[in-house]
C-alpha cells in the first residue's frame, strides 16, 4: 500500500476556514501563516449549489498579478486525499498550479484557470511561428501583444523573445539568462515542430528530440518557478505535410508533430501546468500556410483568436 505523501496548499480564501475544512477533509488540518508576493485579489462570482453551500458564500476570491502587491494567507497542510477533496471543491473557474511564497518555498495554489487573463507581464519564448515569420504584424504573438497592452497600458508588456529555428533544448538553455530583466509573471513557451524534425541526412550522433520533451519542459518550468512565474506551454501547429517536402535539410511529418503534441500535452496534465492546444485551428486548412509550415497573415490571426480563447 502506498503512504500518502504530504502536500502544501496556499489559501487565501474559504480553505482557510475550519468548517469548510471540516466539510472537505473531515477534520480541521495544520495551517501556517504564508504570504505571496506579486500577486492581488479579485471577486469571482460561484454558481456551484455544493461550493456555496460548504463555503456558506457565492462570492470568492481569484488571483491574479500584480508587481509590488502581497496577497496574505495560510499554508494547508495536506495529505494525497486531501489535495484531492481541496481539487473536487475548486470551481471549473480555478486550476491548481505552483507558486513562490515569500519565503522562497514552493506550495500549490489555485490560480485563474485562464492563464493569460490574470497575467500583467508575459515572456513568450519559441521558434519561428512564435517569432511571426511570414506575417509582417508579427504573428499570433503580435496579435495577442497588442491585446494585452490595449487592456491596461500601464502595467501590461508582452515580450516576444522566440528565435526561428529554435527546439526546446535551445529555449531551455537560453531563456534563464533572458528572464530577470524582463520581470514575467508568465512565461508562454511555443512548443514548435522544430523538436519533431528528422535530418534528411542523419549524422551519427542524432538525438531524437522527442525523446526528451519532459526533460526540456522540466527545465522551463523549474526557470519559471524562479521568478514566481506561471509556465504555460503552446502545443505544435498543425502542418502541411504535402507541402512542406525536405525543409532546409530537415523533413516534417505530422505524424511526429502529433507525437510532439501528446508528449507535451502529457507533461502539463501530469504536472499541472497550462497547456493551450494550437493544432486544431489550422487542421486541414493548407490555404493558411505559406509553404505547409509558416501560417500566412490570416493564418496567424485564426491562432490568436483561438489563443485568445483558451488563454482568457
Not at 500549490?108 to 504584424?137: H, T
Request: glycine share 8%; hydrophobic share 45%; net charge negative.
Amino acid at each position: 500500500m502506498t503512504a500518502s505523501r504530504p502536500h502544501t496548499l496556499f489559501s487565501f480564501g474559504t480553505l482557510k476556514d475550519e468548517r469548510v475544512q471540516t466539510a472537505l477533509f473531515g477534520r480541521p488540518v495544520p495551517t501556517a501563516p504564508a504570504a505571496l508576493a506579486g500577486h492581488t485579489t479579485r471577486p469571482l462570482p460561484i454558481t456551484d449549489p455544493a461550493v456555496i453551500a460548504a463555503s456558506g458564500l457565492d462570492v470568492h476570491l481569484t488571483l491574479e498579478r500584480e508587481i509590488g502587491a502581497t496577497v496574505e494567507g495560510v499554508v494547508l497542510c495536506l495529505t494525497d486525499q486531501d489535495l484531492a477533496a481541496a481539487d473536487a471543491y475548486e470551481v471549473d473557474d480555478y486550476a491548481r498550479r505552483r507558486v513562490l511564497l515569500t519565503s522562497g518555498e514552493s506550495t500549490w495554489a489555485y490560480l485563474d484557470a485562464k492563464p493569460l487573463r490574470a497575467a500583467q507581464r508575459i515572456v513568450i519564448v519559441g521558434d519561428s511561428i512564435a517569432y511571426g515569420r511570414c506575417d509582417p504584424s508579427g504573428g499570433w504573438a503580435g496579435r495577442l501583444a497588442a491585446a494585452h497592452i490595449a487592456l491596461d497600458e500601464s502595467g501590461h508588456r508582452v515580450f516576444n523573445l522566440a528565435v526561428p529555428g529554435s527546439t526546446l533544448a535551445d529555449v531551455s538553455e537560453q531563456t534563464p539568462a533572458l528572464l530577470a530583466a524582463r520581470r514575467p509573471d508568465t512565461l508562454l513557451v511555443a512548443a514548435g515542430v522544430n523538436d519533431s524534425a528528422v535530418p534528411v541526412v542523419v549524422p551519427g550522433d542524432h538525438r531524437d528530440g522527442l525523446a526528451r520533451i519532459a526533460e526540456h519542459l522540466g527545465a522551463l518550468a523549474a526557470t519559471a518557478l524562479g521568478h514566481n512565474a506561471r509556465l504555460v506551454v503552446a502545443g505544435p501547429v498543425w502542418l502541411d505535410e504535402e507541402r512542406t517536402a525536405d525543409y532546409e535539410g530537415l523533413r516534417f511529418t505530422r505524424e511526429r508533430a502529433q507525437a510532439l503534441r501528446a508528449s507535451a500535452r502529457a507533461w502539463c496534465e501530469e504536472n499541472h501546468v497550462d497547456f493551450l492546444d494550437l493544432w486544431e485551428p489550422l487542421r486541414g486548412s493548407g490555404e493558411l500556410f505559406t509553404d505547409g509550415l509558416h501560417p500566412t497573415p490570416e493564418g496567424h490571426r485564426v491562432l490568436h483568436r483561438h489563443l485568445a480563447a483558451l488563454g482568457r
